[in-house]
């Protein structure tokens, strides 16, 4: 991630999607999510007591959720700007951190709660086991389906700053139900409606496309002729799509089940790859249908790509570390791995460069970041 908000400027493929369709940047968050259900059902393989471990999880989950207030809520003003603080009026309650914490506390009570003791000796009694969790994936994935395509979304405006003190509100027509564009759709009125637009990102990923960006995928000016809808409020992480997120979580989950009930590499190998050439092949069927890809809707297809390909590239790593032993390679990984949330606070939340920036002499430009060519 830290990778693609670097680079994502000079190489606009790898950068995130501006609206449907997926780039590289539109894996990362799904392979997270993936991989915490990995490690869920490998932490919670032994629980003795339900109610302590749902307790632990409750609260792990809530300190990852503050943190990610205090890191994308606004507490910290930018990389060039030397202050801080945040006014709650406006505060920005989903982030990434808040969709993890979301994803993470879900998937961890299913699965402390949510399994039978059915012994497993084939696939097929592997689902029998974890039928429960399985059910609540398709819960989910109903819910969602029935509300973005269900709701209805009436027009709505919402304010932009002119200069000064002085606003100008923008109307956006909509009286739609089931539209996925970028202004009629059902996960930006929910987001509006519970959260407020005041606590949305400002800086919505549809900016760079070909209606508000005369220079997409890359952000650039709006042509004369762009909607009003190219400068409101959208969140990315916003609650409606947290919902298929966790559904991605759920699915790491049962890939964390084969680690534990199988022991051989083949029976290993196997459960996973069917699986994700499954998630593969219904992904490509539904977005031919016209459901697409969408990471900021988080659609269906896109659930299923992104958790398909991460279940081949895990098998793959496991092929690669786990039965040919080729370990060496990936120690940067296995240490960025086990650093994750600190390197992508330190660096990919620009805490370290703003850290770095706040020691300069007499003018605020003339900074360490300056004196090693960064700034």
Known sequence: MIFVDDAGALF??????????????????????????VALAITHKGVTNKVVATRKSVFRALKLFVVGL????????????????????????????QRIAIAYLLAAICEIWLKTDDNVDNGYSLIRRYRLQLLMALILTTIYMLLLYGLYVP????????????????SVRCGVR??????????????????????????????RTKQCSINSPDSGPPPPDAPSWCRAPF??????????????CLIGLQFGHVIIHFKVHKDRV?????????LLALAFSLDLFGM?????????????????AAGVLFTAVYLLVDVYGYRRPVLAMEWLGMH??????????????????GFYWREPQNNLLKVIGIS
């Open 292 to 308: 697409h890809m969408n990471k900021p809707l988080y659609t269906v297809s896109y659930t299923c790509v992104t958790a398909g």
């Open 12 to 37: 606009p493929s790898i950068n995130h999607s501006p609206w449907d369709g997926v780039a590289l940047a539109d894996f990362v968050m799904p392979f997270f999510l993936f991989i915490v259900g």
């Open 178 to 207: 089931g539209d996925t564009g970028p202004a009629c759709n059902a996960v930006g009125m929910i987001d509006r409606r519970i959260f407020g637009i005041q606590h949305l990102h400002r800086r919505p990923v549809y900016e």
């Open 155 to 170: 027009d709505w405006e919402y304010q932009i700053a002119v200069g000064g003190s002085m606003s100008k509100s923008l």
């Open 270 to 278: 196997i459960q996973w790859m069917v699986p994700s050439f499954c």
């Open 340 to 357: 994750a949330l600190m390197v992508y606070l330190l660096i990919g939340c620009n805490i370290l460069p703003v850290f770095i920036q």
């Open 235 to 248: 969140d990315p992480e916003g609650l409606l799509s947290s919902v298929m997120a966790t559904v991605t």
């Open 70 to 97: 205090l890191i994308q809520g606004g507490f910290l003003h930018g990389l060039h700007n030397l202050t801080y603080g945040v006014d709650l009026l406006g505060i920005r309650w989903m982030g990434v951190l």
